[in-house]
């Protein structure tokens, strides 16, 4: 409601990645708001992540740094989420005329590995890893630095992830057939029911946490204790029918 622009709305705890980039489009009829009826796109706003636990507050970025604004229609209001801590987050959105405030808006949460990063990656020499930190994928929850050589060579490989749609996690716990728990670092990515590979061995499941494959079953033998850090794979094959 335009004309009591400090609200506060609930929200449903999207699952978020942790290494950022995930693009946030806030639908509301921006355009109702003052001052912005006359500007080709509207703004600015500054969206602001909470956490929840400490009260920490983060900028999310924009269109011009921390500065956000809306599409062309007035419709959506883009913002990018940065790097954050795991937990739970509220939203604040705020201009100088009001605040919106979302509570329980996502929940951040460790993203699925990228398998082409690893193969992009071993082509850079050790010397190049020096640079500006950000979370890296080889070592979950550990910073790591990258120059811009490394940053393309990532970015690539994200790109041919996403491409490919099969999201890549890792085995915490030791792994043997007949189990019907898969404890892995993430499920992000993954659908919610579905079959994956364990090394070359397939394994379909029919639910699951942020953490673990639930209902898992093979109708293949292995002898093979599968370690931590083993790569568990999406079966593309289970989402895309030819």
Do not use: M
């Amino acid at each position: 409601d335009p004309s009591n622009a400090n609200v506060t709305i609930e929200g449903s705890f999207a699952d978020l990645p942790d290494d950022g980039g995930i693009r946030l489009e806030i639908q509301s009829d921006w355009d109702s708001f003052t001052p912005f009826a006359d500007q080709i796109i509207a703004g600015t706003f500054k969206v602001t992540c909470i956490k929840q636990s400490n009260g920490n507050r983060t900028l999310a970025n924009g269109l011009f740094g921390k500065d956000c604004y809306t599409d062309i229609n007035h419709t959506s209001l883009i913002a990018y989420i940065p790097p954050l801590p795991h937990g739970g987050y509220n939203l604040e959105i705020s201009w100088n005329f009001g605040v919106i405030s979302i509570s329980n808006a996502f929940n951040i949460t460790l993203r699925a590995r990228c398998l082409e990063f690893y193969r992009y990656s071993k082509r850079l020499p050790n010397f190049v890893k020096n640079r500006s930190r950000i979370f890296e994928n080889e070592k979950i929850t550990v910073f790591a630095g990258y120059t811009n050589l490394e940053s393309i060579a990532k970015t690539a490989g994200d790109a041919l992830q996403k491409l490919a749609g099969r999201p890549c996690t890792a085995l915490t716990s030791n792994y043997t057939h007949g189990e019907v728990t898969l404890n892995v670092e993430s499920t992000l990515g993954f659908p919610d029911s579905g079959s994956l590979f364990l090394d070359q061995y397939r394994l379909t499941y029919t639910s699951k946490s942020a953490t673990a494959f639930s209902g898992v079953s093979s109708s293949l033998y292995t002898d093979t204790v599968y370690p931590p850090r083993q790569k568990v794979i999406l079966d593309a094959y289970s989402v895309i029918h030819y």
